[in-house]
C-alpha cells in the first residue's frame, strides 16, 4: 500500500489516520482519503453549479469576472502552495478549499445575508452549514447515503464558522466550537488562502469592471509599495501586464509572510500530533504588520467596491428575487418542485425552500423570479 503521509510533519492531518467518515466505506486504495473527497467534490452536483454563481460581479456582466468556481479554485491553488511549504496535507487543503463554498447561495453574499432574514424564525442560514448540508445531506450520488460521505478532517475544514446552537446538533463536528478548540492546521490555512485568493482577485476584478481605478489604489499602502516595484523594474509595462506583476508580488508577499510567521509559530508551539494542534492555540497566522496591511486592504475594498453605488443597484435587486421567491414559497409551497415540498411541518418545509433557493445559480434565480411573477412567462 502507497504512503501518502511519508513526506508530512507530524502535526499535519495524516490521511491513515483520519477520523473516519460518517458510514464506513473500504479504503480507497491508490488514492487517500483525502484524494477521494477531492474527487467526489469536483464530480458534485453543488461543484459545477459554483460557475455560475456570484462572487462580486453577476455572471452575466462579463466573461472574465470571477465566479464561485474560479474563487475555489484559486484558493486551492494558493493553499496546496502553502501546504506544500509547511509539510501540511496538500491534499486535505485542497479538498476543503474546492467545498468551502458549496452551499453559498446565488448573489454572493447579499443572497446570504437575506435568506438568513428570511429564516430567522425557522433557524436562521449559514452558508458554512449549508455547505456542510450540501456534502452531508443534498447530493444524491451514492446508492449506500446520502450526501458525499466525506472525511471527518474535510468536513471539519469545511466548517469555519457555527453558532453554538448548531454546534451542539453537530455532535463530534460541532464539539470544537463548543470548548474553543482549533481545527487542523490544513483548516486554518484554507482559511487564509481564501482570504488571500479574494484580497487579490477582486482588486484586479474591481480594476476590469472599471468600478476602481488605478488612482484610488494608489491609496493602499500595500498595493502602492508593490506597484511601484513593478514600475521600478519595468519602466513603461503596459497597465494589464503591469497590474498582473502588481498582484502576483502581491500574493507572492502575502504566502511568504504566513509561511514564515506560522512556521515560527509551529515552532515554538511544538505540537507534536494533530490533536495537540486542535488544543493549541491558532498556529496559522500572518505578521502583524502583514495584518495590518491586509485589514486595511479589507477596509478599501468594502467602502470602494463592495458598496460601490453600481454593486448596490445589484445588492437591490438580488436581495428583493431572494425575499420574494421565499415568501411565495413559503405562502404556497405548491409553486415548488414536488421534491421539495413538505406536508404539516412549516419547519421543515423553511428548510426545504432555503436548500432550493440556496442551490440555485444567479440566472437560475432571475429565472424563476420571471417564471413565477412576470406575467409574460405563462
Known amino acids: 500500500m502507497m504512503d501518502f503521509d511519508a513526506h508530512l510533519a507530524a502535526y499535519a492531518a495524516h490521511s491513515s489516520k483520519s477520523r473516519g467518515r460518517r458510514y464506513p466505506e473500504p479504503a480507497p486504495g491508490s488514492r487517500s482519503e483525502f484524494q477521494r473527497d477531492r474527487d467526489r467534490i469536483i464530480h458534485s452536483t453543488a461543484f459545477r453549479r459554483l460557475e455560475y454563481k456570484t462572487q462580486v460581479f453577476l455572471n452575466h456582466e462579463g466573461d472574465l469576472f470571477r465566479t464561485r468556481l474560479t474563487h475555489s479554485i484559486e484558493v ?39 435568506l438568513n432574514e428570511c429564516m430567522k424564525d425557522y433557524g436562521g442560514f449559514e452558508h458554512n452549514l449549508q455547505s456542510l448540508r450540501v456534502v452531508d445531506h443534498l447530493e444524491e450520488h451514492y446508492g449506500a ?14 466548517l469555519k464558522h457555527c453558532s453554538l446552537n448548531n454546534a451542539r446538533q453537530l455532535g463530534e463536528l460541532g464539539q470544537r466550537f463548543i470548548d474553543k478548540a482549533q481545527p487542523s492546521l490544513e483548516a486554518q490555512l484554507t482559511n487564509l488562502a481564501d482570504e488571500i485568493a479574494y484580497n487579490n482577485h477582486d482588486i484586479d476584478d474591481g480594476l476590469r469592471s472599471g468600478l476602481l481605478t488605478m488612482a484610488q489604489m494608489e491609496e493602499v499602502e500595500l498595493f502602492a509599495r508593490h506597484r511601484h516595484a513593478v514600475e521600478a523594474q519595468y ?28 512556521a515560527a509559530r509551529i ?8 490533536d495537540d494542534v486542535r488544543a493549541g492555540p491558532p498556529l496559522i497566522r500572518f505578521s502583524d504588520e502583514m495584518r495590518a496591511q491586509t485589514t486595511a486592504l479589507k477596509r478599501f475594498l468594502h467602502a470602494n467596491l463592495y458598496r460601490h453605488f453600481q454593486v448596490n443597484r445589484m445588492r ?50 432571475i429565472r424563476e423570479h420571471k417564471r413565477i411573477f412576470s406575467l409574460d412567462q405563462f
Open 145 to 158: 447515503f446520502d450526501g458525499l460521505n466525506l472525511s471527518f478532517e474535510t468536513r471539519e475544514g469545511i
Open 76 to 114: 486551492a491553488q494558493i493553499g496546496r502552495t502553502l501546504a506544500r511549504s509547511l509539510r501540511l496535507n496538500e491534499d486535505l487543503v485542497e479538498a476543503t478549499a474546492l467545498a468551502h463554498d458549496l452551499g453559498h447561495t446565488p448573489f454572493g453574499h447579499v443572497g446570504q445575508d437575506v
Open 235 to 262: 519602466p513603461g509595462l503596459p497597465g494589464r501586464r503591469a497590474l498582473y506583476e502588481t498582484i502576483r508580488l502581491m500574493i507572492t508577499a502575502m504566502t511568504a509572510d504566513l509561511v514564515e510567521t506560522s
Open 316 to 365: 437591490v435587486k438580488a436581495s428583493r428575487v431572494v425575499r420574494e421567491l421565499f415568501d411565495a414559497f413559503m405562502q404556497d409551497p405548491v409553486l415548488l418542485p414536488t421534491d421539495y415540498q413538505v406536508q404539516g411541518d412549516v419547519m421543515k418545509q423553511a428548510r426545504k425552500i432555503a436548500d432550493y433557493i440556496a442551490g440555485m445559480t444567479d440566472r437560475y434565480a
Open 267 to 274: 515552532l515554538d508551539a511544538a505540537p507534536k500530533s494533530i
